[in-house]
């Protein structure tokens, strides 16, 4: 079974960037929907982006046109770069892998969750 395993969080300053990386620890994504999830100070885990194996991508709306996310099916690895972060960006970022192969943004979609990453973004 698969165990992401993020990396890759930490301080920046509003409108800096940051990469974050997410990492098939066994087994690989293969075949997995992946998926972005962040939790900031508030109860809500809401998507960030959705990943399918091959298509397109899809952005919530507060991320779109600054966020963009990759993956390498190769390397069974997941990518998420940050642009122009703001303060409310702050929050523990998840990878995640799907419970099928067509997994939408929903948090119950996804069997297979990371420990999570925190990124700050503070002046």
């Known amino acids: 079974q698969v165990q992401p395993v993020e990396s890759g969080g930490g301080l920046v300053q509003p409108g800096g960037s940051l990469t974050l990386s997410c990492t098939a620890a066994?087994?690989?994504?293969?075949?997995?929907?992946l998926a972005w999830f962040r939790q900031g100070p508030g109860p809500v885990r809401e998507f960030v982006a959705i990943?399918?194996?091959?298509?397109?991508?899809t952005y919530s709306d507060s991320v779109k046109g600054r966020f963009t996310a990759s993956r390498d099916n190769a390397k069974s690895t997941l990518s998420l770069r940050m642009n122009s972060l703001k303060p409310e960006d702050t929050a523990v970022y998840y990878c995640?892998?799907?419970?099928?192969?067509?997994?939408?943004?929903?948090?119950?979609?996804?069997?297979?969750w990371g420990q999570g990453t925190q990124v700050t973004v503070s002046s």
């Open positions: 995640a892998a799907g419970s099928s192969w067509n997994a939408g943004p929903a948090r119950h979609e996804y069997r297979y």
């Open positions: 066994r087994h690989t994504f293969n075949g997995y929907t």
């Open positions: 990943v399918p194996y091959t298509g397109n991508i």
